[in-house]
Structure formats: C-alpha cells, structure tokens
C-alpha cells in the first residue's frame, strides 16, 4: 500500500491540527498560521512536516506562558 500523502488539503489539514477549516483560513490571510502552498489557482496544500513544526512551535508549559515570539 502507498505512503500516506504529506500534502493535505485544508479539509485534511483541518482535521490534523484541530483547527476549524475556517480557522485556518483566516489565519492564511491574516499571515500567521502554519506554512501552505498555493498548488494552482485555488487549490491549497499543507505540508503535514510543516504542520508538526508549527504546532511543536506552539508547545506551552501554561496557559500564562506567551512563549518566545
């Protein structure tokens, strides 16, 4: 059986993080969500490395904790 894609599209990417697919849409255009790719026109991707990274970026010991950036 084949690997399981890396590339996720929002519906996927959504799902895997957690995040509504409208979530991430906003984030998209505000800039601070995790790394995409415009694969065409209208067609978005998610690298799922990237998506682990952005969320082990995130990681928080408390709710007060603001992290590093």
């Not at 065409?40 to 709710?63: C, F, H, K, M």
């Amino acid at each position: 059986m084949s690997e399981i894609s890396k590339w996720l599209r929002p519906q996927a990417a959504s799902e895997y993080t957690q995040l509504a697919a409208s979530t991430l849409a906003k984030m998209r255009l505000r800039g601070d969500g995790p790394p995409f790719c415009k694969a065409g026109p209208r067609a978005i991707v998610y690298n799922r490395d990237d998506l682990d990274q952005w969320l082990t970026d995130r990681r928080r010991r408390s709710t007060s904790d603001e992290g590093e950036g």
